[in-house]
């Protein structure tokens, strides 16, 4: 039998299955550490549901894909799109991979206070 070496911290969502004394007393048996902080989860929450959201409404509610094939080569295009090309407003008009590789925000007309403020919480998130 393969041995897998234990996780030094679980970190944990705080849904009711994660949270019982059933799973908590398995982690607390081994030498599991476990985090459940929450701070910031929130927003994290946020951001992954705004993506959901975009990638069914622009790409798997606009095509017909045929097979799990089409489907897995459409999903990558528009996840590469989403992060390399497709500006976002919550980062200054800059796309996902320019805010994470920390590149100049732009500045010009259009870029409010609000912009600059989301923006920042952006990468205090991350």
């Given at each position: 039998?393969?041995?897998?070496?234990?996780?030094?911290?679980?970190?944990?969502?705080?849904?009711?299955?994660?949270?019982?004394?059933?799973?908590?007393?398995?982690?607390?048996?081994?030498?599991?550490?476990?985090?459940?902080?929450?701070?910031?989860?929130?927003?994290?929450?946020?951001?992954?549901?705004?993506?959901?959201?975009?990638?069914?409404?622009?790409?798997?509610y606009?095509?017909?894909f045929?097979?799990?094939?089409e489907?897995?080569?459409?999903?990558?295009?528009?996840?590469?799109?989403?992060?390399e090309?497709?500006p976002?407003?919550?980062?200054?008009r800059?796309?996902?991979?320019?805010?994470?590789?920390?590149?100049?925000?732009?500045?010009?007309?259009g870029?409010?206070?609000?912009?600059?403020?989301?923006?920042?919480?952006?990468?205090?998130?991350?």
């Open positions: 039998m393969h041995h897998v070496s234990p996780l030094d911290i679980q970190k944990g969502v705080q849904g009711s299955q994660f949270t019982t004394p059933r799973f908590t007393g398995l982690l607390e048996e081994s030498p599991i550490r476990i985090g459940m902080d929450g701070r910031g989860r929130w927003l994290d929450n946020v951001f992954i549901e705004r993506l959901w959201r975009s990638l069914k409404y622009e790409c798997v606009l095509h017909a045929e097979t799990g094939s489907l897995r080569a459409g999903l990558g295009r528009w996840i590469a799109h989403y992060n090309r497709r976002h407003t919550a980062l200054t800059r796309t996902p991979d320019e805010a994470y590789h920390d590149a100049p925000t732009p500045s010009g007309p870029l409010t206070p609000d912009l600059m403020a989301n923006s920042n919480a952006v990468k205090r998130a991350a």
